[in-house]
């Protein structure tokens, strides 16, 4: 008989301190050991967790006004310019935008790591001048405590799977997947696997619109499903299965966060990204959420993607599991590729225990999802229509 | 057997002077080049690891100070800012001698820096800049 179990139920639980709850990882052996029946009736809750570069992050600022006040049009904080065309004093600072100065070296996401460290950021603003927003210069400094928001807002984050990248080329190439040495000298990846939240709930059933998570070390919401959202389930003939393709878009109060789960990050050659660290707690309302949680690093297949071949759709060069990758070590045309993780395997688990002890501590309640994802969502490219 | 590991300063003065043959000849020193970077107008400096009896090494290098190169004893060449670092190991599969590596309990960066050659390769693939070489 399959178990049900509601939210109110789970919450209640961990109000009165009575909530069971593990970690994606230690669901493994539990489930090993108990198998899917016993350990659903035993078990609340899963947490997951996941640390690695996602580019489509930012943060929206307001500053307050300034006497006499300006409706900036352009806008800089420590010489990364920010898209001020939203009202007089709101901005949008993308975490890849790169340093006017600087260049590579310093970028959005330097910016958004300085902020929450509570370092001074220097701002300077230009405008046209209206007669109600006089104004057409203003360079000054603010730090977190001195604006009134700093609201992380990505709008794809925590991609559910992603390819292990490779380089048959003759040159080394400088990609958003890392360095890759030539004639398959090396391989990267970067997803938490068994700890990873999408991987762990690939279908959607507990997060959605509205679920609550932990995001850069505070909490904060899934708001809508991230960009480019795609979820596709492969299969092929010996019964290995793809998830892939789906996304978070996800929102939270980046005062509140710590640089302990959030940090900037420069790719040689590629350019500046932000490392966020999410968790998301699954709640095992039957055991079919169960069985998605059990999920091991030698079931998570990926494909290995020639980033060689400069073009948007690259050749595949076979699969591999994330129990092969996490050894270090894969064979490709019987090569022996040495592999590197980009994503943290430390911290992501670092982050599900982090998020079960604020569970365990009666700080984090369980959000329903107030609305699904969209089903049958399409991934378009970008035509070039003359 | 002492193995060290030691950086030659050359000046345009002395930049012609075949060290490396004369260490392995006159003072019988295991010889390996690491990294060696030359250019005859301005001077060079060269990465070396020794190999030798304690007493050869020393007379070695004070033949090499003698004619006016320059010493420098690398005792870690490599630095890793462990505060930083985040452990995710975007470094590892870059490195060609297998200095660094992921704990597999714990998962956590661990560099064995007798393997290190100075190439300077996980400094370039370290997203967060948590790694510099002295060279």
């Not at chain 1, 065309?85 to 958004?112: C, K, N």
Request: charged content about 25%; overall charge positive.
């Amino acid at each position: 008989m399959t178990i049900k179990r509601t939210y109110e139920e789970i919450n209640a639980k961990i109000k009165s301190g009575k909530v069971v709850i593990v970690t994606a990882e230690e669901i493994i052996p539990i489930v090993e050991e108990k198998g899917i029946k016993k350990a659903t009736e035993e078990i609340d809750v899963v947490t997951t967790g996941t640390f690695g570069p996602m580019c489509s992050s930012g943060v929206i600022l307001n500053f307050g006004h300034s006497d006499p006040p300006i409706r900036m049009q352009k806008i800089w904080l420590n010489d990364v310019e920010a898209y001020a065309g939203l009202a007089a004093v709101d901005v949008y600072l993308g975490a890849t935008q790169l340093s006017e100065r600087q260049g590579m070296e310093y970028g959005g996401a330097h910016v958004i790591e300085d902020l929450i460290s509570g370092k001074k950021i220097k701002l300077k603003a230009i405008s046209r001048g209206t007669d109600c927003y006089p104004r057409r210069e203003i360079e000054s400094y603010i730090t977190k405590k001195s604006i009134n928001q700093a609201i992380l807002f990505n709008p794809r984050n925590g991609y559910q799977n992603y390819n292990v990248a490779v380089n048959t080329s003759e040159r080394k190439i400088y990609t958003y997947m890392g360095i890759l040495l030539p004639d398959l000298g090396n391989a990267s990846y970067s997803t938490s696997g068994q700890l990873s939240p999408l991987l762990n709930d690939p279908e959607f059933t507990t997060i959605g619109i509205g679920t609550r998570i932990f995001l850069g070390g505070a909490q904060g919401y899934v708001v809508w499903e991230g960009t480019q959202f795609y979820p596709q389930v492969i299969k092929d003939e010996n019964g290995k299965t793809i998830h892939k393709g789906g996304t978070l878009a996800v929102i939270g109060d980046l005062k509140e966060m710590s640089t302990d789960y959030i940090r900037a990050a420069t790719f040689k050659g590629y350019g500046v990204t932000l490392v966020v660290g999410i968790g998301i707690p699954i709640p095992i309302i039957n055991s079919e959420m169960m069985k998605s949680v059990a999920v091991k690093d030698e079931d998570i297949w990926t494909e290995i993607i020639d980033y060689g071949f400069p073009h948007l759709k690259k050749p595949s060069l076979g699969k591999v599991n994330y129990r092969q990758l996490r050894q270090g070590n894969i064979t490709i045309r019987g090569k022996d590729v040495p592999v590197s993780p980009l994503s943290s395997y430390a911290k992501a688990r670092e982050i599900a225990e982090k998020l079960k002890e604020e569970i365990l501590r009666g700080k984090f309640l369980l959000q329903e999802p107030i609305q699904k994802f969209p089903q049958g969502s399409k991934f378009k490219p970008l035509l070039e229509i003359h | 057997m002492l193995s060290k590991k030691v950086i030659f300063t050359f000046s345009p003065q002395n930049v012609e002077r075949p060290v490396t043959y004369q260490l392995i000849k006159d003072y019988n020193l295991w010889v390996n080049i690491l990294q060696a970077k030359f250019e005859p107008s301005l001077g060079g400096k060269l990465v070396l690891e020794l190999k030798g009896e304690d007493k050869q090494i020393k007379e070695g290098l004070n033949f090499v100070r003698k004619i006016g190169v320059g010493i420098e004893l690398l005792e870690q060449e490599v630095i890793w800012d462990e505060k930083k670092c985040i452990d995710c190991g975007a470094c590892i599969s870059i490195c060609p001698t297998g200095v660094l590596s992921l704990d597999k309990v714990t998962y956590k960066l661990k560099l064995d820096y007798e393997k290190c050659i100075v190439c300077g390769n996980c400094v370039e693939a370290c997203p967060l800049q948590a790694i510099k070489v002295i060279f």
